[in-house]
């Protein structure tokens, strides 16, 4: 509940009715065709899919190319380019199977209409290797002697990727957007500004970007994929994605029906939307749904083991002590409005868990805190060096709550907003000691998550964020990506992640939702762990 003036009350009336009008007149001129509309607070950067590193990207790049194999909205992998598939008995040999009729966009890099073949997939991985972006997917691929990748071509729908080790999840690798396949002609007629101009083979093609204004993509009308019932897809004629960047002003677009969806949960959608529980409230389900499913991102505090060595935060016990100290209930409850999972069960979501982290994160313990404080001489919290934590506006709310919980308890913390470029910079070159962050997983295995502790990953070059390094995780880590026995490498992550738990690098704070606010007029738009918009299969209601 919140109170408001009575100005407050005239203003919120007045941009209703601005927004009422601004958005009216952009929905009356496509009125005639299927368009899906919904808004990116964050923007897109880039339409190549090699650049596909964060949710805005990674949902345009879905739509415009295709990778070898697909998620469905259960997590399973699907055909898609490749019709089948086939692995070695030592799992170092990966097959796939190429239709015959899939083609490229239409662009003035072809002379006519142009198939994607088997070299074209030789050649996006390769693109991947030489520009060094998404270097992890290529790392597990052998290298020739002139270190290209070792991908044989034997004919135009055959594919052989020849690994480095046995590596179990591979074949979801080859399901992710950002290995969407590119054709040769087109990165190198477009030059640099290929993530301008992207061709690719999707459902649908590019028709206008206006930088920070919106991107429109229409049908495309020759696509491979049908429905089970031999219609051809995607049903409707196009995607027009807004780039608003204030909550609220899309929130009113939406209100009024110039939105078909509406994502996550910012503070002016929970505050209008959603009642005291987390559910829709019920004056708004006539018109809207609301869709929510456990979402493969876990919200963390990190701290940089690195980065002031001499600082009281280096001791793993102050670092406990300040995650004994929190109540995350009181976080996802009150802040979030039962939107989220407190992370009780560690680092990793509860879907992928192999072993729960100690039950002595489950509720705040003072007790035990100062103990361990006391362990390394700091009879109080008050007797901490003071530090910072560092978040983006988005994440503010909720860490304002955490910090003034830790001010409570005598620790000298301040909570500082800046930018999300600023801080994703700042984190990659490891200059925040304490920091706010968030990991959604790029496939759905534990293997993702505890990436995050392998030294090799340190940043810049992965997302090892913290700088952890333990010789033995190390170790574990890399034979549980050669062992074939799912069992067998199970027990050696649950071994990794006890190591991680020792130190406590990090603090999981909640295990976050995939939230959609769905107009009624929209059908076969579904929902998935991996926050993945699929949209080749909605339908849309005159």
Not at 368 to 375: D, I, P
Not at 385 to 403: E, G, K, R, W
Request: charge should be negative; charged fraction near 20%.
């Amino acid at each position: 509940m919140f109170l408001c003036s009575m100005n407050n009350v005239r203003g919120v009336i007045f941009l209703l009715a601005m927004a009422m009008v601004w958005f009216s007149c952009r929905k009356s001129a496509s009125n005639e065709k299927q368009i899906f509309r919904y808004n990116d607070l964050a923007g897109i950067t880039s339409l190549d899919p090699a650049f596909a590193n964060n949710l805005s990207n990674i949902w345009a790049v879905q739509q415009l190319y295709n990778s070898l194999l697909q998620f469905d909205d259960n997590l399973q992998i699907q055909p898609c380019i490749a019709k089948r598939w086939e692995a070695s008995d030592d799992n170092t040999l990966f097959t796939c199977y190429l239709r015959d009729d899939v083609y490229f966009h239409p662009a003035p890099c072809f002379t006519g209409p142009r198939k994607l073949v088997a070299s074209d997939v030789q050649f996006t991985f390769n693109r991947l290797l030489q520009t060094g972006n998404a270097t992890w997917v290529t790392s597990y691929i052998q290298r020739n002697e002139n270190d290209s990748l070792l991908i044989d071509c034997p004919n135009d729908s055959t594919v052989t990727f020849h690994l480095q080790r046995s590596f179990m999840p591979f074949v979801q690798i080859l399901a992710l957007p950002m290995v969407g396949i590119v054709p040769e002609e087109a990165l190198i007629f477009y030059g640099q500004d290929f993530g301008r101009n992207p061709v690719g083979t999707g459902p649908f093609l590019m028709k206008r970007w206006v930088e920070n204004e919106k991107l429109v993509l229409s049908k495309n009308n020759s696509y491979f994929e049908c429905d089970s019932l031999g219609n051809s897809l995607p049903y409707i004629d196009g995607v027009a994605i807004s780039f608003i960047k204030d909550p609220q002003t899309v929130l009113l677009g939406f209100m009024t029906g110039s939105f078909d969806m509406l994502s996550g949960m910012e503070k002016p959608y929970r505050e209008t939307l959603v009642n005291e529980q987390g559910d829709l409230k019920t004056s708004f389900r006539a018109d809207m749904d609301l869709l929510r499913i456990p979402f493969l991102n876990t919200e963390y505090i990190g701290f940089n083991l690195t980065s002031e060595p001499n600082h009281s935060l280096r001791y793993p016990q102050v670092r406990q002590a300040l995650h004994l100290v929190l109540d995350k209930q009181m976080i996802t409850k009150y802040v979030r409005r039962d939107v989220g999972i407190p992370a009780y069960q560690g680092f990793l979501p509860p879907s992928l868990q192999v072993v729960s982290w100690p039950t002595r994160y489950d509720r705040p313990n003072r007790t035990t805190a100062l103990q361990l404080l006391q362990e390394v001489g700091y009879e109080h919290p008050s007797m901490v060096d003071p530090f910072t934590l560092y978040c983006d506006p988005l994440s503010a709310d909720v860490y304002t709550q955490l910090v003034n919980q830790w001010r409570r308890e005598g620790f000298r913390v301040k909570l500082e907003v800046i930018d999300r470029p600023t801080l994703r910079s700042q984190l990659a070159k490891g200059q925040l000691l304490c920091f706010r962050a968030s990991w959604i997983a790029d496939f759905p295995d534990p293997n993702t998550y505890l990436s995050l502790f392998y030294s090799p990953n340190f940043s810049p070059r992965g997302p090892n964020y913290t700088h952890f390094h333990n010789v033995k995780a190390d170790q574990l880590f890399e034979q549980s990506m050669s062992e074939t026995d799912d069992s067998l490498r199970m027990a050696m992550y649950r071994e990794m992640y006890a190591l991680v738990e020792a130190e406590s690098p990090v603090i999981p704070v909640y295990y976050d939702e995939v939230i959609r606010f769905v107009r009624h007029r929209v059908s076969g738009l579904g929902i998935n762990a991996m926050n993945l918009l699929l949209l080749k299969s909605v339908k849309i209601q005159s």
